[in-house]
């Protein structure tokens, strides 16, 4: 595994706990979200440049500040998606079959 794609996969992880952890905290939980929701935003556009990084960014904000959806690994499947779900650029595009004729 290249390290930067291990770094990321790290930095995802930890961030994910940091997420779910506020949830274990009784009364002050919900408050704690409302300081990790725009930090988790700002890292995952950070962490994900272009297009993909600011969609994220904004799932991860609803999925932070939104109550009793912590449980949600939004990081990491972020990395997922980038480096084992997508196939290349062209990800998700018709490509048309080749077909022989007798």
């Known amino acids: 595994m290249n390290s930067d794609k ?17 949830g274990a905290v009784p009364l002050v939980g919900g408050f704690l979200d409302l300081l990790w929701a725009p930090y988790a935003a700002k890292k995952m556009s950070a962490m994900y440049p272009g297009k993909k990084g ?3 960014s904004v799932l ?7 109550p009793f959806s912590d449980v949600i ?3 990491t499947l972020m ?3 980038t480096f084992v779900w997508q196939k290349g ?4 595009q018709l490509r048309p079959i080749p077909v022989r004729a007798k």
């Open 6 to 22: 291990k770094k990321l996969l790290i930095k995802g992880l930890v961030y994910d706990a940091i997420g779910m952890a506020s």
């Open 60 to 66: 991860v904000f609803l999925e932070e500040i939104l």
């Open 79 to 81: 990395w997922l998606y």
């Open 54 to 56: 600011k969609l994220a």
């Open 89 to 92: 650029e062209d990800f998700g």
């Open 73 to 75: 690994p939004t990081f």
